[in-house]
C-alpha cells in the first residue's frame, strides 16, 4: 500500500493502531516514522472521486451493515439465522463443481456468491465476537489488575474457533492409531489410500477432510497443496503428536479454559455495579455467540480457492496434454490468470516461456532471500521498528498468550522442517493454520510477526500456551537447545543458564 498518501487522512499512530492486532512490529514501526518526511507533497487527486462513490459502497454494504446491527440488537435469534446461511454455505461449497465450465463462467458462476457470504454474512459475525472482547476490556478498570486478569480470561475458552478445532481433530486421530504405525509415513498412507485401517480412524479421517480438506500449509497461496491433495501433509503433522504430547491433550486444556472463561465472568459480574453488569452480560453474550468465528471466514474464502485450484488444475491438464505446457499440470499456477484465456483465443501464445518469464525473478527470491523487510520506501531505505528497552539477558516483545514456561529452544522456518518435542520452545517467523499440530508438544512459542488476532496467538491462547510476539529477527537471534524462559503475561523472554534450570 502506498502509505504516503494515507498519511493525508490517518496519523501514524491510527495505522500503527490498525496494524498492531495482527502485526506488532509493523505498528511499532509504523507508529514512529516521520509524517512529514514521507507525506506526499499533494493530497491524492483520488480522493474526491472515492468520495463521490462512497454513497454507492455504502449501499453495497447494506446488508452487512444491517447484520452487525441486527446482532447488537438481537444476538441469539441473529446468530441462529447465522448458522442456517453458514450451513448452507458449506454444503454448496463442499460439493462437487462444474469442471467443464470455461475459467471465466467458474469464475462468475462460483466466485460472487462466495464473496457476498463472507461480506455481508461472516464479516458481521466476526466483527461483534470482536466488540464484545474489546468491550469487556473497556469495562474493566485500568488501575485494577485483578479486574484487568479476569477481563483477560474472557478473551480465552471461547468456542467455535475453526483452527483450534482442527488442531483438536488432528491430535485425536493421531491418538487412534499406534505410535508404531507413523514409523513409516509412506506405508501409512498406502494403507490409507486402500481403507486398511481402523473403521473410526476412516470416519474421522473422512470428517476431517470433508471440513478441513481446503486447510495446509501456506493456504492462501493457490499453488500450494492442500490437506485434500496429498494426505501426507496430516499424516506428517499426526506423526508429531502420536506417542508424545507429554501428558498435553489440546482438546482437555482447551475445556479447562471454557470453565475458567465462565469462572472470569461470574467473578467480574460480582465485581461491577448494575450498570457495568447490564453491559457484561451484551458483551459475554457476543462473546459467546460469535467469538468463535475469527476464522471462518478465512474458511469460507479458502472452500471457494480449493474449488478454484481444482478447476485451474483441470485447466493444467488440457494445456499440457495439448503440449502449451510442460512437466505437470500444476505449472498452471506459474501463469498469471489471463494467460491461459488469451491461450484460448490464440494458438500462437508461448505459455511456456511465459511461464519462465512470470517464474524468474519469484525463484531468484528463493534463492537469496528467506524474509522480506516489513516496510520499505521507494528509496530502498528499510524501516526498522525502535528498540524496546530491554533488561540484559532478555528480549521484550508485545504479550499475546498468557503464562510463564521454559524450555529449550526449536526454531522452525516451514512446519515440516522437524518435530517439536514436549516441553520445547517453538519459535517461528510467524505461523499459519498448517502449524497448529506444533502448539501441541510446544511448551510456549515466540513469533516475530503477530498479535493478539494472530493465528499463533488465538491458538496458544485457546491451548493455554504462552506466546511473546513482536521479537525482531527471531530466526538469528535464538538457536537450537537455548534456555530460554517466555514470560506470555509480561511479553518477556528471558535467556536463562543450565543451573537456573535445574534449580527450578
Not at 469495562?139 to 486478569?149: D, Q, T, V
Not at 465472568?265 to 455467540?289: C, M, P, V
Not at 510446544?442 to 521479537?471: D, N, T
Request: glycine share 8%; proline share 6%; charged share 25%.
Amino acid at each position: 500500500m502506498n502509505l504516503s498518501n494515507l498519511l493525508w487522512f490517518s496519523s501514524p499512530a491510527q495505522l500503527a493502531k490498525g496494524n498492531a492486532p495482527t502485526d506488532q512490529i509493523m505498528a511499532d514501526i509504523l507508529a514512529g516514522i516521520d509524517p512529514l518526511r514521507y507525506r506526499a507533497e499533494r493530497r491524492p487527486a483520488w480522493i474526491w472521486p472515492a468520495l463521490r462513490v462512497l454513497p454507492g459502497a455504502l449501499w453495497r454494504l447494506r446488508r452487512a451493515l444491517w447484520r452487525a446491527l441486527r446482532s447488537v440488537l438481537a444476538p441469539a435469534n441473529t446468530h441462529r439465522l447465522y448458522l442456517r446461511e453458514r450451513q448452507a454455505f458449506e454444503q454448496n461449497y463442499s460439493g462437487a463443481f462444474d469442471d467443464t465450465l470455461s475459467l471465466s463462467e467458474f469464475q462468475r458462476r462460483y466466485g460472487p456468491p462466495a464473496i457476498a457470504h463472507i461480506i455481508d454474512v461472516d464479516m458481521p459475525a466476526l466483527g461483534i465476537g470482536v466488540l464484545g472482547v474489546e468491550m469487556v476490556k473497556r469495562l474493566a478498570r485500568k488501575g485494577n489488575p485483578e479486574e484487568m486478569a479476569l477481563a483477560e480470561q474472557l478473551a480465552r475458552g471461547i468456542s467455535g474457533n475453526l483452527v483450534v478445532d482442527m488442531g483438536i481433530r488432528i491430535y485425536r486421530m493421531a491418538k487412534m492409531l499406534d505410535a508404531t504405525d507413523f514409523d513409516d509415513l509412506e506405508l501409512l498412507s498406502v494403507h490409507l489410500q486402500r481403507r486398511q485401517l481402523p473403521a473410526a480412524f476412516l470416519v474421522a479421517w473422512d470428517e476431517f477432510m470433508r471440513d478441513y480438506g481446503c486447510r495446509g500449509p501456506g493456504e492462501m497461496d493457490l499453488a500450494n497443496l492442500h490437506y485434500a491433495d496429498d494426505p501426507m501433509l496430516v499424516l506428517r503433522q499426526m506423526s508429531f503428536v502420536a506417542g508424545s504430547g507429554g501428558g498435553f491433550n489440546p482438546e482437555a486444556s482447551h475445556q479447562e479454559l471454557v470453565g475458567q472463561r465462565q469462572q472470569a465472568y461470574d467473578a467480574l459480574s460480582e465485581r461491577f455495579g448494575w450498570a457495568r453488569r447490564i453491559l457484561l452480560r451484551r458483551a459475554n453474550k457476543f462473546i459467546e455467540l460469535f467469538g468463535g468465528i475469527r476464522d471462518t471466514p478465512k474458511q469460507h474464502n479458502l472452500m471457494y480457492q480449493h474449488a478454484a485450484r481444482n478447476r485451474l488444475l483441470v485447466e493444467g491438464k488440457r494445456l499440457m496434454a495439448s503440449g502449451r505446457i510442460d512437466r505437470r499440470p500444476a505449472q498452471v499456477f506459474d501463469l498469471a490468470l489471463s494467460d491461459p484465456f488469451e491461450a484460448g483465443g490464440d494458438p500462437a501464445v508461448d505459455l511456456r516461456q511465459r511461464s519462465h518469464r512470470r517464474t524468474r525473478f519469484a525463484n531468484q527470491l528463493k534463492l537469496h532471500v528467506r524474509t522480506f523487510p516489513s516496510l520499505i520506501d521507494s528509496r530502498g531505505r528499510i524501516q526498522r521498528p525502535p528498540r524496546r528497552p530491554e533488561t540484559p539477558g532478555e528480549l521484550a516483545g508485545t504479550s499475546v498468550s498468557p503464562g510463564i514456561a521454559r524450555g529449550k529452544v526449536k526454531v522452525m522456518h516451514n512446519p515440516h522442517e522437524k518435530a517439536v518435542n514436549p516441553g520445547e520452545i517453538l519459535v517461528a517467523f510467524t505461523t499459519d493454520p498448517g502449524w497448529t499440530p506444533l502448539f501441541i508438544n510446544a511448551a510456549a512459542v515466540i513469533l516475530e510477526v503477530g498479535g493478539v488476532l494472530q493465528h499463533g496467538a488465538v491458538v496458544a491462547r485457546e491451548y493455554g500456551k504462552p506466546c511473546v510476539a513482536g521479537i525482531a529477527d527471531v530466526l538469528t537471534r535464538f538457536h537450537d537447545g537455548q534456555l530460554v524462559e517466555v514470560d506470555g503475561s509480561a511479553g518477556v523472554v528471558r535467556f536463562i543458564t543450565e543451573e537456573c534450570m535445574a534449580a527450578a
